[in-house]
Structure formats: structure tokens, C-alpha cells
């Protein structure tokens, strides 16, 4: 039967590590066997010393004791370093799988994924440490399962009346272990989904505590986001009743079956059948026997393991549009929307068949009021997003079948609240570009940044987290990091939005002397941008209104009360 692609994911990070997983295995068997040996070289030391025959250090019985003991600790140590070894290495194989797969699916996760932030976070972090978890498990779990065979037949070895015993309370023991694991699973899926939930929920109060405080609804809000509590501690308390349940059996059904095997030996050694060392043995190798049985925590991890790795495999199944069509290597920027309709929600569109043909070489601004559509049509012009109708074009050429790498030296991007990532002023400018500091300082001179970076106190080299930037400066990087690779397609997303007026008059001229002929598309609502911009494009309610010169639509005045109350 073939394995769910979950399982087999699942499988590849126990395997991440084939040499510490050997390892662990090895030193596992190692103590299994010197466990299992124990009792046998206890008997047999303690049946020389009642008999006088063999008790100093020297003594055959003494030395096995001995070097038994000594192999078990060995292996117990060994086994655990070699246990956190080999969970790092599936935690991180899972991690970096998951990871890449989002990074690298972007914006289409969430359009064809029904996966909260707060669940996603979730999943990456909690979810993959429980799957990661695996490896040890399986190799206890298989290893008590020898050991407690080992026990049985160690049992029937000393007497076939001590194997008969213990092997009457088996066929419950296996019963209940394995209904619990098949209830675990379940009521895992359930807790973990409801915590994603309230993750979310928390996720969404913590950023934007301001204004849950500038309107006084802190009591509404947390009634909000601890709203999942109750069914979350309903399916938590269903998850540690089936843990309860097995731990509780096993706490009675393992002192019974030990008491019923020592009983049983104690007769054996009273008719002289069995000798004292015997009934110790016995009573050793019954402990080892219920060894599968108290194992309770590895069948609860395995069955945790199993139900995170299915949430983990759920990410990797949204895909990304790919085809092998012409590189983009060629073109001035030219820009065509057809019939654009990217969806807000199952019920309603952001954009409604957008048609746009921007020249190359054209400075086009897209105003509207909040919530006409300005950011989607942005993010579709440059595919941060597909359309869900229609076709977005850069110089002929679907940008839907365009890869990647491809896009990213074809397209350039800056935001009103630009994520800065990397160590350092430089590496944020540079993220994602192989590029010299003189590069690095051209950008950020044509972004007006230069002269802030420069009188801090390491110039590019000061940490981010040190760097004191304002709104208006972190913006500035932001578009430096846009401008860098000189793309033939700039999309300025409100990026000049916290710049006072001249500085941002700066900015535009300084864009088209150092980068001549690009085509920009500037969201903004300011009307001394649009009024620079050789086109405007005006949307009312994700449809274009019109598009003329500023100084044309200025005579409209609802465009120019538009102006006013943005």
C-alpha cells in the first residue's frame, strides 16, 4: 500500500541524517541487548555469592555484571546525543522544506491556501518540531518492542510457566495501545487547528494594539481573541484523556502482569525448580517485558508526529504557474492590462476588468479613493499577485509564465512600509543582489537616502537594529533596494508617502535622470505627484474612471475633491 505523501514526507526527515540515525539505532540496540542481558548476569552473580563460588571482583559473574552494566550506560549515552542530533536535522529538513516552499510561493499561498498567518507561523514552528520528533521515537518504539520479546522469551527460557503468564496479559496491553493511537491523531488535528486560530487572533491584536487602545475596545478585543478558548480546551482535554486513559491502564495492567510473573517464580524456586538468582531474573525480565506498554509518550509522539507532518504537507500543495516561454530580455516597459479581475473575497472583486496600455517609458499615477482598488492593481502589474481574470503583460510577454529570476531584474518594487531585511544599511539596499558598495551608494543617492546613511555612525555597515531611522528614511532604503537593479518597470506603492514635498519632488527627478526611459507606476494621493506623472489613472471601485493628464481631470471636481480628502 502506498504511502500518503504526508507519511513519505514524513519519512524523508527521519532520514535526514542517515549517519547520526544509524548511529542512534546502533547505540539504542546496544543498551536494548545489555538491558536485556542484565537480569541474566544479576542471577547468575547472585547464585555464585549464596553458593561461596564466586564473590570477589575477579570472579567470572562479578566481571559479565559489570561489563554489562558498563554497555548499557555507554549505549544510554551514546543514544542521546545521538537522539538531539537526528531531531535537529528532521526539524530543520521540515522547516527549510516548508519555508522555501512559502518564500518561494508568495503571494499565491494565501489566494489558493484557506491558512491563516497565525496557523501558518503555527505550523512551521509547533508543527514541525512535533513531526521532527519522529526519529527517536520510531527507534524506541522498535527497540522496546525486541526488548519485550527478548523478556518473554527470557521468561519461557528460566520456566515455560513464567512465559505462559506474561503472554496471557499481552493481547489486551496491544489492544489498548493501539486504539489510542488512532484517537490521538484525531484529537491532535483538532487542538492544533484551533490553536493556529487563536494565533491568528492574537497575531492581529498585537499589531494593532494602537488602535485598539485609541478606541478604548481592549475589553471587546480580548473577548475576541480568547474567543477559541473553550474549544480549545475541549479538544485539549479530549487529547490528554486518551493519554490518561492508556497511562492509567498500563499504571494497572503492569504491576499485575509483573506481580502474576514474580508470584509464579516464587512458586518455581519454593519446589526447588528455580533458584533464587532465578526469581530476580524473572522479576527483571517481567519489568522489560511491559516495556512496549509504558511506552505510552513514544505512541503519543508517533501519533503527533504523523498528524502535524499532514498539516506540514498541506502548505507544499499550493503551486506556482510555470511555463518554459521566452525570457524577458528584451523590451522598454511596455505595459498591458486585459480584462484584470483579482478577487477580495468569494463574493467580491477588488479590480473589475481592468484594461490598461501603459507606453514604455510612461510615468503613470494611480490615485482613487481608499479602498478603489490602487495596491491591487500595483501588485498586479508587476505579479505579486495574479490576476484571477485576464492577463497582465510586460513587452508581449504573459507575466504569468515569466519565472522569478526573470521578473526580478524585469520588475522593481517599493512599498509605503517597506520590510527591511538583512544585517546591515547595505544588505537591505542589497537584498537578494549580488552588487558592489559603489552600486549600493548610487542607488541610495538617487533614493536621496545617501546623505542620512551616511552620518550614521558605521555608514552602511550600522546594524538595522541599531539604525535610527524614520518613516520617512526607511522608505527611502525601501526604494533604494527598488531602484538598484535598474529594472524597466518601477512600482512605487505609496513609496514616497511619509516624504515632505520637496524631498519627494527630489526623489522623482533624480528617478528620471539616473534611470531614463523606465516605465513607473506610482500609487499616491498626492496631487503634485499626479500632476508630474504623464498619465493618471482614476478608480472608483476597482474600475478605471479615466485616465487623462492630471491638468485635464483636475477640472473635474470630484477629482479634485478626491485630493482633499485623502
Known amino acids: 500500500m502506498a504511502l500518503h505523501p504526508a507519511d513519505q514526507l514524513l519519512r524523508r526527515a527521519v532520514f535526514a541524517n542517515r549517519a547520526w540515525l544509524i548511529g542512534l539505532a546502533l547505540a539504542a540496540a546496544l543498551a536494548a541487548g545489555a538491558s536485556l542481558l542484565l537480569p541474566a548476569v ?6 555464585a555469592a549464596i553458593s561461596g563460588t564466586g564473590t570477589g571482583f575477579g570472579s567470572p559473574a562479578v566481571i559479565a555484571f559489570l561489563v554489562v552494566a558498563v554497555a548499557l550506560v555507554i549505549g544510554d549515552t551514546i543514544a542521546e546525543f545521538a537522539q538531539a542530533r537526528c531531531v535537529a536535522d528532521s526539524i530543520a529538513f521540515l522547516r527549510r522544506r516548508v519555508i522555501t516552499h512559502v518564500v518561494t510561493v508568495g503571494p499565491y499561498a494565501r489566494k489558493h491556501m ?7 507561523i503555527s505550523r512551521v514552528t509547533t508543527d514541525a518540531a ?7 521515537g520510531i527507534v524506541q518504539l522498535a527497540l522496546g518492542t525486541v526488548t519485550s520479546l527478548g523478556a518473554i522469551i527470557a521468561l519461557t527460557l528460566l520456566h515455560w510457566s513464567l512465559g505462559v503468564v506474561f503472554v496471557l496479559g499481552v493481547p489486551l496491553s496491544v489492544l489498548l495501545a493501539r486504539a489510542y493511537l488512532r484517537d490521538t491523531g484525531e484529537h491532535l488535528s483538532a487542538y492544533q487547528v484551533l490553536l493556529g486560530d487563536l494565533s491568528t487572533r492574537l497575531t492581529d491584536a498585537i499589531n494593532g494594539w494602537r488602535t485598539i487602545r485609541a478606541s478604548g475596545s481592549q475589553r471587546r478585543e480580548l473577548e475576541r481573541v480568547l474567543a477559541p478558548l473553550p474549544a480549545l480546551h475541549t479538544a485539549g482535554a479530549a487529547l ?7 497511562v492509567w491502564s498500563a499504571a494497572l495492567l503492569g504491576p499485575a502482569v509483573e506481580i502474576a510473573v514474580v508470584v509464579t517464580a516464587g512458586i518455581e524456586v519454593a519446589a526447588g525448580v528455580l533458584s533464587v538468582g532465578s526469581l530476580l531474573a524473572a522479576a527483571g525480565y517481567a519489568v522489560l517485558g511491559m516495556v512496549f506498554l509504558n511506552q505510552a509518550s513514544l505512541l503519543t509522539r508517533i501519533g503527533r508526529s504523523r498528524a502535524c507532518a499532514h498539516r506540514l504537507y498541506e502548505l507544499l ?4 504557474p510555470r511555463s518554459g516561454v521566452a525570457l524577458l530580455t528584451q523590451g522598454n516597459g511596455h505595459l498591458e492590462l486585459s480584462s484584470v479581475w483579482v478577487r477580495n473575497s468569494d463574493e467580491d472583486f477588488t479590480l473589475r476588468g481592468i484594461s490598461l496600455d501603459v507606453p514604455a517609458g510612461a510615468t503613470v499615477a494611480v490615485v482613487g479613493q481608499s479602498g478603489s482598488g490602487k495596491s491591487a492593481l500595483a501588485a498586479v502589474s508587476g505579479r505579486l499577485r495574479s490576476p484571477d481574470v485576464g492577463q497582465v503583460s510586460l513587452d508581449g510577454r504573459d507575466l504569468a509564465q515569466v519565472t522569478g529570476t526573470e521578473l526580478r531584474a524585469a520588475v522593481g518594487y517599493a512599498f509605503e512600509r517597506p520590510v527591511l531585511l538583512g544585517d546591515t544599511i547595505a544588505e537591505a539596499i542589497s537584498y537578494g543582489v549580488p552588487v558592489s558598495m559603489r552600486q549600493i551608494a548610487k542607488a541610495a543617492k538617487i533614493a536621496q537616502v545617501d546623505e542620512v546613511i551616511s552620518r550614521l555612525p558605521d555608514g552602511y555597515e550600522t546594524p538595522l537594529r541599531v539604525a535610527p531611522l524614520s518613516g520617512g528614511e526607511a522608505q527611502r532604503i525601501g526604494l533604494a ?10 512600482v512605487l506603492d505609496d513609496a514616497t508617502a511619509s516624504l515632505d514635498t520637496v524631498t519627494e519632488a527630489a526623489v522623482g527627478m533624480a528617478l528620471t535622470n539616473a534611470l531614463p526611459g523606465r516605465t513607473r507606476v506610482v500609487v499616491t494621493h498626492r496631487a503634485a505627484v499626479a500632476a508630474r506623472a504623464d498619465l493618471v489613472v482614476w478608480l472608483v471601485r476597482g474600475r478605471v474612471h479615466a485616465v487623462d493628464s492630471h491638468k485635464q481631470l ?5 477629482y479634485r475633491a478626491m485630493f482633499s480628502q485623502n
Open 240 to 246: 490528554w484523556r486518551s493519554q490518561a486513559r492508556l
Open 130 to 136: 512535533e513531526a521532527g520528533a519522529l526519529a527517536p
Open 114 to 120: 484557506s491558512v491563516s498567518v497565525g496557523d501558518m
Open 317 to 320: 500543495t499550493t503551486t506556482v
Open 481 to 490: 533596494r527598488a531602484v538598484l537593479r535598474e529594472p524597466r518597470l518601477l
Open 554 to 558: 483636475w477640472r473635474d471636481s470630484a
Open 42 to 47: 544479576t542471577a547468575r552473580a547472585v547464585d
